[in-house]
């Protein structure tokens, strides 16, 4: 049983589902799910992302790799490090939630460098970026001079872009085979306004999309195969990919290479909700006081930015990718056995295939970088994509 929201949590979330039920309505009826996602997670004031509420980190409804450790971001600046040295330029991170990774990577790049020209943020939420302003002001000024907040991507960007679980909060399309026929899954309001599932036809695009994987599959997905796919990637990893002039695109998510993702046995897909520390499945409760989310199907990035012209710089664990950059020293030179430890029991939760070291991966896309990343030294595993 999840708990009770509080009235202000409640009086916010009916009043998103009063929205969306309104525009079902307008609609005809049905909406797509995709849009209701887009609703529930950004409509402007009342979306989980686009409002107040706590969302990320410790008391918040889920902890991300950068939230959880600093380790994860002492990581990624020695990634990054490496490209601005070969590139020069800049480091944009994407959806910077907090502001917890910006702060580690700046403080870590000043203490060994190179540090960028500009640590560029774009986000859509104007409460997170809100928080994330509040969080590097504290910075020592010639760090914070650095920063600077984006409304759009710039061109001809030289650098490294960064996103940390955004892909897996782009609205995705829902669909069910019934009937050996792709059907989409959207959303009804009731009689009280209460928000349920409903079927209807499925659009074209994503009908051909699922199409097309069956032929890759090599086989019809089984009667009743619920699964997401994440139309708004494509653009999406393009749009950074025709703003990359030169270095690397990393991403990390929770996610699949696409033969595993849409397994014949994956039945009821990966859709989940997280609410106070808890994973559950159902996105119609606690609209917009609630994160809703589902995996990423890798090789859709990485065919997104290979077709934008950017080559495949490597694919692996985040496990692989933390031993490859440098997890195991960060932890040894902890300047206490105290402070080792609490280290140690960190890099556990970043590593250890059953907390977050094998269901997350990274991908690297990159463009007029000749060198090897050393992210993927240890393990690539890009021939599965
Ligand atoms: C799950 S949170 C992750 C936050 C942070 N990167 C972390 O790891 O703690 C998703 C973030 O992506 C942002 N976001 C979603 N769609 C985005 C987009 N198209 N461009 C930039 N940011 C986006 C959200 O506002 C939020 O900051």
Known sequence: MLPALTGDEARHSAALTAAIAAEIAAAGGWLSFERFMELALYAPGLGYYSAGSHKIGAGG?????????????????RQCAEVLAASGGDILELGAGSG????????????????PEHYSILEVSADLAERQRARLEALPASLRARVRWLTGLPSGFRG????????????????????????????????SGALGEAESDAAPALAQQIGRLEAELGAALPE????????????????????LESGALLLFDYGLPRRHYYHSERATGTLHCHFRQL???????????????????????ALAGTGAGLSLGGFTTQAAFLLATGLEAAVAEAPSDVERARRAGEARRLVMPEEMGEAFKVLALTRAIAQPLSGFALQDLSHLL
């Open 279 to 301: 994973v559950h499945d159902d996105p119609y409760v606690n609209v917009g006081v609630q994160d809703i989310t589902a995996w990423v199907d890798f090789t859709r990035l």
């Open 100 to 115: 917890r990774m910006a702060e580690a990577i700046l403080t870590a790049l000043a203490a060994h460098g190179p540090l």
């Open 224 to 243: 009743g195969y619920v699964s997401e796919v994440c139309l708004r990637a494509d653009a999406w990893v393009a749009s950074l990919a025709h703003a």
């Open 160 to 191: 490294v872009m960064l996103a940390n679980e955004v892909a897996d909060a782009l609205p995705c399309r829902r669909f069910v085979v019934r009937g050996g026929r792709v059907r989409e899954l959207g959303v009804v309001a009731g009689p």
């Open 61 to 77: 409804d889920f902890t991300t790799a950068p939230e959880m450790s600093d380790l994860f971001s002492g990581c990624v600046a």
